[in-house]
């Protein structure tokens, strides 16, 4: 018996601004590597056209600025785009009035490039939040993240409050009117295809791709088969 599964499609259209921001390279070999996102991205969206499926795409402030003609034709081919910081900083590292302002300016760039309201979504670049994240999207209005990895294939409520110690119990905080769509790792094609080396490591990357295949169709049959 067939049954309808509903799954996301996402891609992070993050250009230059993952080598400028988290390698932190003026390189422009290294800077020309983020300049194949939009060859990737232009690929991407015609085999979603061919398809005719819907996605979203969380897109840096910077990536809109440096591609404004491919952001364009996502948003003129249905494509829903979220917040992905303005150059892909990392939350965490950044004080509250700083991350306010990468906020408010990746949401008026994504609102001149859509001319409409933004869906609201969000995914925090490099998958951390700070301790003031959940609180500035509340408070801007957002709908859903995207950052967290608590589930696999079921949306929950975000929790502000989470207090983690050493000698205390687990404190789950309490919940908020924020929509969690979870991301995994394994489901990323970044750390399993792209070679990469900084002075954090090396990320091996070049997968073959029928590995690749197989960890996301396997991931694919346990929600077809056992969920719902
Ligand atoms: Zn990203």
């Given at each position: 018996m067939s049954k309808d599964v509903t799954v996301c499609f996402s891609y992070d259209f993050d250009a230059m601004s993952v080598w400028i921001a988290n390698f932190r390279t003026e390189s422009p070999n290294a800077l020309s590597r983020g300049e194949f996102g939009q060859v990737g991205a232009q690929r991407i969206l015609d085999l979603l056209a061919d398809y005719d499926i819907k996605s979203t795409w969380f897109v840096p402030g910077h990536t809109i600025e440096a591609f404004p003609r491919e952001c364009q034709r996502l948003v003129a081919e249905g494509h829903e785009v979220g917040h992905h910081g303005y150059c892909h900083?990392?939350?965490?590292?950044?004080?509250i009035e700083k991350e306010q302002a990468i906020l408010e300016r990746g949401i008026a760039l994504i609102k001149d490039l859509t001319s409409r309201a933004p869906w609201w979504g969000y995914r925090s670049p490099a998958g951390s939040f700070s301790p003031n994240t959940l609180r500035l999207l509340l408070d801007h209005g957002?709908?859903?993240?995207?950052?967290?990895?608590?589930?696999?294939f079921t949306p929950y409520y975000g929790r502000d409050g989470i207090k983690a110690s050493i000698d205390a119990p687990y404190d789950f905080g309490k919940p908020v009117d924020l929509v969690e769509m979870p991301f995994s790792w394994s489901l990323d094609d970044f750390p399993i295809f792209e070679y990469s080396s900084s002075r954090r490591g090396?990320?091996?990357?070049?997968?073959d791709p029928a590995r690749v295949y197989d960890i996301w169709v396997g991931d694919f049959e346990y929600l077809y088969t056992k969920m719902g």
């Amino acid at each position: 018996m067939s049954k309808d599964v509903t799954v996301c499609f996402s891609y992070d259209f993050d250009a230059m601004s993952v080598w400028i921001a988290n390698f932190r390279t003026e390189s422009p070999n290294a800077l020309s590597r983020g300049e194949f996102g939009q060859v990737g991205a232009q690929r991407i969206l015609d085999l979603l056209a061919d398809y005719d499926i819907k996605s979203t795409w969380f897109v840096p402030g910077h990536t809109i600025e440096a591609f404004p003609r491919e952001c364009q034709r996502l948003v003129a081919e249905g494509h829903e785009v979220g917040h992905h910081g303005y150059c892909h900083e990392n939350p965490a590292r950044l004080e509250i009035e700083k991350e306010q302002a990468i906020l408010e300016r990746g949401i008026a760039l994504i609102k001149d490039l859509t001319s409409r309201a933004p869906w609201w979504g969000y995914r925090s670049p490099a998958g951390s939040f700070s301790p003031n994240t959940l609180r500035l999207l509340l408070d801007h209005g957002f709908l859903y993240d995207s950052s967290m990895l608590g589930n696999d294939f079921t949306p929950y409520y975000g929790r502000d409050g989470i207090k983690a110690s050493i000698d205390a119990p687990y404190d789950f905080g309490k919940p908020v009117d924020l929509v969690e769509m979870p991301f995994s790792w394994s489901l990323d094609d970044f750390p399993i295809f792209e070679y990469s080396s900084s002075r954090r490591g090396i990320n091996q990357g070049l997968a073959d791709p029928a590995r690749v295949y197989d960890i996301w169709v396997g991931d694919f049959e346990y929600l077809y088969t056992k969920m719902g």
